[in-house]
Every structure is written in structure tokens, then in C-alpha cells.
């Protein structure tokens, strides 16, 4: 070890491996992975998330599963939790829609409305 | 790399790895594979959780979600349900991590951990020991860094003296002013030991913290060398500690791996290597100059101090030795300052303290608290009280050194200074909880077995003292005591302590002292009553056949002596004279009628 920066190289790289340990965080993703979401192709979708909340280096995200949420039809969906705002349930998801909620909601604070259940039911 | 969503965490401690949780692992690891899971699941074998009653344990997050007493059966459940579906099972939760209405509560609120604040234990259970990396994610050696670049010796040592840290082996001795005795010399070579001989007999601190954070200790020994001039340390471990030696051995090869034990650590002149020297069964390996002797090879006794180590201990150097847990506490020190530490526990007693908990309570394991805790939240909000609604009858602290605590004392807080006065001490972290069913003469003859046995035999105070106090406790619990015997015991005690030549042999008599103290009117029954009021000491107890007696004369025939007496459908009765206290009529008795007393 031959000065400071080197260790906190070694650092950065492992603590991505680790943040999962501090349990869940102030914004979550929840993925619907029961049988109907796994049948309708929710994995890339969880895939996708994963990796896009990665590549971005978000520390205050936690992307999880969960069982069946009830509105199979509409599967794979996504629900977004964040601190101080209301739930927002995405329907009919795939790894691009992943892709731009990361961006546009997570990121830069803008629901994807049309990727919204709201939007489906008035269309 | 590979993105992982979800950690799980399994208990590698030697506990939970004696109830097959390394079985568990495996099988966890390939029923992931199965389900094609490998690159989302991680599956982290980690160190002691401390929750040793609900062992084997595995923890999944990012949920947190606390599975106990898992078993092999368990682990298809757990991998389908939770890890492939995402539904936590709650069946097989821990039962404290369940709130009223069912609902999953956050492991950090579970009764058992709501008071506790780990310092020394901050990793155990939640890193792999065996990657120095996650050491390293969670600030690992960032302090030692600190120390090399950007501080002196003797701001290390100012440190550590401001901190108020003290030894957690038992001595209580403050580990700044320590290291500033050895510090002081001028030598051409100095040493840092470890003591990881944790002799005491249910006590398992080190051993968890050895196991769970190899690197706290490797890294506190490396300022510690850095702080009073050395260039070498030595390990001093229990063969006893299989787990705990691998583990270090691994860690050591890390760190020498990335250089951060070898040469010109940090890119600094300062130079550090580690060994591992390993003990041998012996108790008395564990007193400072013992251990030093048996580095050198010699026979492990202790012999006079003064001279101190830290002016002259291994081959004649200046040594520091320091208790495992006092090390796991160095690096964080350095890193959030002396101030952060004294903000916990007491005015004397700063910063926290591992306990092992035992005996006669709910939640055995491994808790820290802050110094100030009392005796009653550790055993009662902690520990879950006692099992079988019990009554509470005494804790005993500080092992074969140290002594018992009575219900009158349950509200005192705990340090250094509030056990000693109590005639008890702070120890290196044992705590026997004992109820209603134990014999306090028994516990202190328990003790006594033990010190007897690991007298190393040099002093006559501790070699044939110790055997004719044991001789005498004996007397007393075979019924065959007088009163005189009660003040011969005390007055041994006393003349022990101050003689003889080691804390093994000073400290041999406190339990007996203790029990003395508060329990002197079990000492008196057994002597004077010949009996035993818990009901243990074997040769003071009666069989008596009660009224429930049917007169099958079952009991008759199969008394071996032949002393039961009575005829058929009359109550029988025994010969107390000829009974050899077998059982065998207990035993055989259709009705219950037959008790020991």
C-alpha cells in the first residue's frame, strides 16, 4: 500500500459490493416478480433497472422484488417509492421504459406519465 | 462486475458453524444456481451476529429480513420464496423481528439489539473476514493511514490517552498511559503482543471479534507498533480457536498481499510484520508474563512485576500487550476522534464493552453495550430475562476471577469501578446468569475445580491454597462441613490474595469471597442443616416418598441396597441411612410420589 489514494481506490470499488448491507434506502423500486410479472418478462426489466441505477452510481436507491401485486394483466410493473411522494405504479413495463424511468423520474424528478397506470386506465 | 440486488448473509461463527450453518451455505449456494440467481444473489459468510440463541442465522438484504434457527430443511423455502419471488417468509423469521401485527421490523429494533451499540463488534456479521476488501469498503485502515501520514507517535499516544480507553481484558488499565511506558524506552527493538488466550470458561468476546474482524485487530496492532516503536508483533492465540486462527491467518496474508504489513507501509519508513504464536490448554497462558514466557519458549509461569513489560518484557524488549477487544476498538478511535468515544459510557469507564451471555437466560450470545448500561437492561431487556419464569438469583462477572451480583444490585450500571465495589469485577466479559435452582457454594467450587486445575504451581499460595480451600468446599457440599471450616475458608481467601504471585492465584478466591458475601446462609445450611437449598449438591440430597404413594412396591424392588420398607397398598418409606442416592426408585415409580430434596 503506498499512499492514501490508493486505499480509497480499493475502497470505492468495494463498497459498491456492500451498500446493499445498509439496508433499504429513501427511494425504492419494487419490480413485481411473481409468476404473472417472470411469464410477462419482468426480469430484463429488473435487469435493466439494476443496471441503470449502477451505471449512474445512485447510492439512495434500492431495487427490489416483490410478489404479485394484483394487476396481472398490466404486468411487468413497477412501483416507484420516494420520500415525501406518492407511489407511482408503472405498467407494461420493458428494459428501455426501465431505462428512461431511471432518468427522467429517479434522476431528474419527473414522473413518466405515460407509462403510468393512470394513463392506461384513461386512454 | 457484476451487479448484485440482493446480499445474503450467513453466520460463520463457530457456533453457528457447529449447528451445520457451513452445510447451510453450501446448500443455499447451490439451490441459487439451480435457480439461476448467481449473478443477482451474493452469499456472504460473515462473523458472529451475536444473537448466539438463534443460531444458525441468516440475514437477506436489502430487506434485512432475520431468519433464526435456520435448518437444512429450510433453505429451498427461503431460496424460492424470498430470493426467486421476493416474499420474505415469515415463518421462519426470527420471532422477535415480528411486531404485533406481523409486520417485519427492522433487525436494529429487535429487543435484543434496540440497546446495544457495537463498536467492537461494528462488523462482525456484517462483512466476509475473508475479504480484506470489505474490510476495507467500511473504512478499514483508513485510520492507520492516518496515523503514518498525517500523525506522530506521540499524537497517537495523546490519542489514545484522551480517549480514556482501558483494557478490556480485565485489567482496566488505560491503554494510552500503557503504551506511553513503553513508548518512553529506548531500545534497539520493541514488541506489540496480542492476547487472544480468552481463558475464561463461557466467555467468547475475542474469539467472535477474531472470527467476524481479523483486520480490526491487525490494524490496531499496526498503530499501536507505530505509536511506541515497534517493528514486530506476535498473535498470541488458543489452539482452542480453530476458526478464529484460520481466519487470521488469511487476513495476515491479505494484508501483506496489498502491503499493508511488511515494508514501508503507506510509503512511510515505518515497518510492521505479524505472527501467530498458538497457546496450548493452559489457563495461566493468558497472565501477561505467562504468555510472554511462552513465546520464548519457556514454560508458561509468570513471574515478579516489576519489571513490567512495557519497560522489559519479550527476550528483555519493552512489550505492549494488549486484550483483543481493546485493539478492535484502536482504529475507530483514531478515525472519529477521542471525543466520539468518550460520548459513550461513563465518566471512567468510556466507550462500550462486549459481554458473553450465559447460563440461565433467554437470549444467550455475544452483546456490546455502553459502559452505564445496568445489570437489569442486560438481563432483562437484552437478555430476555429468565427462561421458565425462573426467579433470578445472582450473575456472576468475571469468571473464575470475579464474583457474584445479587437482585439488590440490578440497577447498577456497569464499569470498571461500580463491579469492583460490589466485590466482583468487570473481567473480560463473561456474565453467568444463575436462578433459583443453583447452588452458590456449587458455583464457587465450580470455579475452584477450574483454578485448581490451571495453577501453574510456582507459588505456594495458589498451588497448594487453592487445593485445601477446594478440599474444604467439598466437606461442605458432601455434608460434611462445620462452621469452623466456613472460617477457614474465608480466612484462605483472604491470605491468598494478598500472596500469591499472579492475578490467577490473587484473584482464585473471589468467587468463594463473593458467594460468602451474599449467600453466606447457604453455606451455614449446608453445614449446619446438612442440606442444600437449590437442590443440587448430590450427597446433601434426600429421595422421599410422598403421599402420593399407592404401595405398588415397585420402588422396593428395584432399590438396589433394598432400604425401601412398606406393605402393598401402604405407603412405602426409604432408609435414609442405607440410601446410596441412586434414583432408581424415582425412576421406577408409576405415580410421581417419589421427590429429591
Known amino acids: 500500500m503506498k499512499s492514501l489514494e490508493e486505499l480509497k481506490k480499493i475502497r470505492e470499488a468495494a463498497i459498491k459490493d456492500i451498500e446493499l448491507r445498509d439496508g433499504e434506502q429513501s427511494t425504492r423500486i419494487v419490480v413485481g416478480m411473481a409468476t404473472c410479472g417472470i411469464a410477462a418478462g419482468a426480469r430484463p426489466v429488473l435487469q435493466a433497472f439494476l443496471d441503470e441505477v449502477k451505471k449512474r452510481g445512485l447510492k439512495d436507491v434500492t431495487v427490489k422484488q416483490t410478489g404479485c401485486i394484483g394487476i396481472c394483466r398490466l404486468e411487468p410493473v413497477a412501483e416507484v417509492y420516494r420520500k415525501g411522494e406518492e407511489k407511482v405504479t408503472y405498467v407494461f413495463m420493458n428494459p428501455e421504459k426501465a431505462r428512461r424511468v431511471v432518468a427522467e423520474h429517479i434522476v431528474n424528478g419527473n414522473v413518466v406519465t405515460e407509462f403510468t397506470i393512470g394513463a392506461y386506465e384513461t386512454k | ?597
Not at chain 2, 494484508?255 to 495461566?284: C, P, S, W
Not at chain 2, 445496568?374 to 464474583?403: C, H, M, W
Not at chain 2, 468463594?512 to 451474599?518: E, H, K
Not at chain 2, 429421595?543 to 404401595?551: A, E, F, L, M
Open chain 2, 1 to 597: 462486475m457484476n451487479i448484485y440486488r440482493s446480499n445474503v448473509l450467513i453466520c460463520g461463527g463457530t457456533g453457528c458453524t457447529s449447528s451445520k450453518s457451513d452445510q447451510i451455505q453450501e446448500k443455499m449456494e447451490i439451490k441459487i444456481q439451480e435457480l439461476g440467481l448467481e449473478k443477482e444473489v451474493k452469499v456472504i459468510r460473515t462473523g458472529c451476529f451475536g444473537l448466539c440463541e438463534a443460531g444458525p442465522i441468516v440475514v437477506v438484504y436489502p430487506e434485512g429480513a432475520f431468519y433464526s434457527h435456520v435448518k437444512l430443511e429450510d433453505v429451498d423455502t427461503i431460496c424460492e420464496e424470498h430470493l426467486l419471488k421476493g416474499r420474505i417468509v415469515s415463518s421462519l423469521l426470527y420471532k422477535g423481528a415480528l411486531d404485533e401485527n406481523n409486520v417485519m421490523k427492522s433487525v436494529e429494533n429487535v429487543n435484543f439489539y434496540k440497546k446495544q451499540k457495537r463498536v467492537a463488534l461494528r462488523n462482525c456479521g456484517r462483512i466476509n473476514p475473508e475479504d480484506i476488501n470489505e474490510y476495507i469498503a467500511y473504512d478499514g485502515y483508513k485510520a492507520l493511514g492516518k496515523c503514518l501520514t498525517e500523525m506522530t507517535p506521540e499524537d497517537v499516544i495523546n490519542t489514545m490517552k484522551q480517549s480514556g480507553l482501558r483494557g478490556r481484558g480485565g485489567g482496566g488499565f488505560p491503554t494510552g498511559v500503557k503504551w506511553s511506558f513503553a513508548a518512553g524506552n529506548v531500545s534497539d527493538k520493541k514488541y506489540i503482543l496480542c492476547n487472544a488466550d480468552e481463558g475464561d470458561p463461557g466467555a467468547f468476546m475475542d474469539r467472535s471479534i477474531l472470527e467476524g474482524d481479523p483486520h480490526a485487530v491487525i490494524e490496531g496492532m499496526a498503530i499501536a507498533a507505530y505509536a511506541i516503536g515497534a517493528d514486530e508483533g506476535f498473535v498470541y492465540i488458543r489452539a482452542e480457536y480453530p476458526i478464529a486462527v484460520e481466519r487470521l491467518k488469511i487476513a495476515i496474508e491479505q494484508a501483506k498481499e496489498v502491503g499493508l504489513l511488511g515494508e514501508n507501509i503507506f510509503g512511510t519508513d515505518f515497518n510492521f510484520n505479524l505472527h501467530i504464536r498458538l497457546g496450548a490448554g493452559a489457563f495461566v497462558c493468558g497472565e501477561e508474563t505467562a504468555l510472554i514466557a511462552s513465546i520464548e519458549g519457556e514454560r508458561g509461569m509468570p513471574r515478579n512485576k516489576p519489571p513490567f513489560p512495557a519497560n522489559k518484557g519479550l527476550w528483555g524488549k519493552p512489550t505492549i500487550i494488549n486484550n483483543v477487544e481493546t485493539l478492535a476498538n484502536v482504529a475507530q478511535i483514531i478515525d472519529y476522534g477521542p471525543d466520539w468515544f468518550r460520548s459513550m459510557g461513563t465518566e471512567n469507564s468510556p466507550g462500550t464493552k462486549v459481554f458473553a451471555l450465559g447460563g440461565k437466560i433467554n437470549n444467550t450470545g455475544l452483546v456490546e453495550i455502553p459502559m452505564g448500561t445496568t445489570l437489569r437492561e442486560v438481563i432483562y431487556d437484552i437478555g430476555g430475562g429468565i427462561p421458565n419464569g425462573k426467579a433470578f438469583k445472582a450473575v456472576q462477572t468475571g469468571g473464575p476471577s470475579g464474583g457474584c451480583i445479587t437482585a439488590d444490585y440490578l440497577d447498577t450500571p456497569i464499569d470498571y469501578d461500580t463491579l469492583t465495589e460490589l466485590g466482583s469485577m468487570m473481567g473480560s466479559g463473561g456474565m453467568i446468569v444463575m436462578d433459583e435452582d443453583n447452588c452458590m457454594v456449587d458455583i464457587a467450587k465450580f470455579f475452584l475445580d477450574f483454578t485448581v486445575d490451571e495453577s501453574c504451581g510456582k507459588c505456594v499460595p495458589c498451588r497448594i491454597g487453592t487445593k485445601r480451600m477446594h478440599e474444604l468446599l467439598e466437606k461442605i457440599t458432601s455434608g460434611n462441613g462445620t462452621l469452623k471450616d466456613i472460617d477457614r475458608l474465608e480466612e484462605l481467601a483472604h491470605s491468598i490474595k494478598a500472596s500469591a504471585l499472579c492475578g490467577l492465584g490473587q484473584t482464585a478466591p473471589n468467587p468463594v469471597l463473593s458467594t460468602l458475601r451474599y449467600f453466606r446462609n447457604e453455606y451455614e445450611a449446608h453445614v449446619n442443616e446438612k442440606r442444600c437449598p437449590a437442590g443440587v449438591c448430590t450427597d446433601l440430597l434426600q429421595y422421599i416418598i410422598t403421599d402420593k404413594c399407592i404401595g405398588c412396591t415397585k420402588c422396593a424392588r428395584n432399590c438396589p441396597v433394598n432400604c425401601i420398607t412398606g406393605k402393598v397398598k401402604e405407603m412405602h418409606t426409604i432408609d435414609q441411612t442405607k440410601c446410596i442416592k441412586c434414583g432408581a426408585c424415582q425412576e421406577a415409580c408409576p405415580v410421581d410420589a417419589i421427590i429429591k430434596k
